[in-house]
């Protein structure tokens, strides 16, 4: 099966999105990880968390997804 950028390109911005929606300032990333993210249905480690934040917004999100309806 062949590997397609975009899609992990979508995965990440949904990720971040939902991260975005439940973090609070006193809440840990790993309780996100644990306890926030599974009831959205996203499983991943929180490593993969870290190396989605260490991404900047530019290389997950496309120009295209602004004008998507």
Do not use: G
Request: no cysteine; glycine share 0%; charged share 20%.
């Amino acid at each position: 099966m062949a590997y397609n950028n975009n899609n992990k390109n979508k995965h990440i911005a949904l990720v971040m999105e939902v991260y975005h929606k439940v973090k609070q300032p006193d809440r840990p990333d790993t309780k996100i990880v644990a306890f926030d993210l599974p009831q959205h249905n996203i499983h991943i480690s929180y490593r993969t968390l870290m190396n989605y934040k260490a991404k900047k917004p530019s290389e997950y999100l496309t120009q295209l997804s602004l004008f998507a309806v």
